[in-house]
């Protein structure tokens, strides 16, 4: 069965330093989130992709916050600078796009921030 | 705009018990539910969706919930609960007019505890 893939599962980084985690959406997929947790307590959406642009993002998106699919595969969360409150856990999902349809959710990628 | 209230954190059943997780929503329109579940360390995993139709929608694991619309609920049941089935459940909504981006929205989670 086709799965979200996201790497790394864990990162730990010094403050200031710039993060990307990597997402590998389902194939057929057209929409692309990011969602994010912190301490396993809400999730929380970040920002959704569609056609190669942002569609919608939260207020938590900030300019620190990038998206991009680099080469039609991957999809791509950057931090630019990380700040402490950055650490969560990150889940990509992906979708075909219909509006009755749910999300595929990867494992997701756990961020520390130090 | 859209939004999920999940009322309780914790929810402890015995095993063999029924169980019940509520959740509640509020959209301008009509509304697509969802369940979600998510294990120790792992993503959310699809458990149901009701889109339109019979109000009792059948899902993974022996789940079912009830879409209620005059409560604005769609609480999450299972007739006999296993010690397996304990994990966080979530609870999201999309606005049938949710626009371009077809986000969920998710509740806060509810923990299930289920005792042998």
């Known amino acids: 069965e086709p799965e979200v893939t996201q790497t790394p599962s864990h990162q730990v980084t010094q403050m200031g330093q710039e993060v990307i985690l990597r997402c590998v959406p389902i194939?057929?997929?057209?929409?692309f989130y990011w969602y994010r947790q912190i301490l396993g307590q809400k999730v929380e959406f970040l920002v959704s992709?569609?056609?190669?642009?942002?569609?919608?993002k939260s207020e938590i998106f900030d300019d620190q916050f990038s998206v991009e699919r680099p080469d039609g595969s991957n999809f791509t969360l950057k931090i630019r600078s990380t700040k402490l409150e950055d650490s969560a856990m990150y889940f990509c999902?992906?979708?075909?796009?219909?509006?009755?349809?749910?999300?595929?959710f990867g494992e997701g990628s756990r961020l520390t921030v130090l | 705009a859209q939004s999920v209230a999940q009322p309780e954190d914790q929810v402890n059943v015995a095993e063999g018990n029924p169980l019940t997780v509520k959740c509640t929503y509020s959209?301008?329109?009509?509304?697509?539910l969802f369940w979600y579940v998510q294990y120790p360390n792992r993503g959310l995993q699809f458990l149901l969706k009701?889109?339109?139709?019979?109000?009792l929608v059948k899902g993974s694991y022996g789940f079912e919930a009830e879409f209620n619309k005059s409560q604005t609920s769609f609480h999450l049941k299972k007739p006999s609960a296993l010690v397996s089935d304990s994990a966080l459940y979530f609870c999201?909504?999309?606005?049938?007019?949710?626009?371009?981006?077809?986000?969920?929205?998710f509740g806060t989670g509810t923990l299930l505890a289920v005792q042998p």
């Open positions: 999201a909504v999309r606005d049938e007019d949710g626009g371009a981006t077809n986000k969920l929205i």
């Open positions: 992709f569609y056609n190669n642009e942002i569609s919608e």
């Open positions: 999902a992906s979708n075909y796009g219909q509006s009755t349809g749910e999300l595929f």
């Open positions: 009701y889109i339109t139709g019979d109000n």
């Open positions: 194939s057929n997929h057209l929409y």
């Open positions: 959209v301008s329109g009509n509304p697509y």
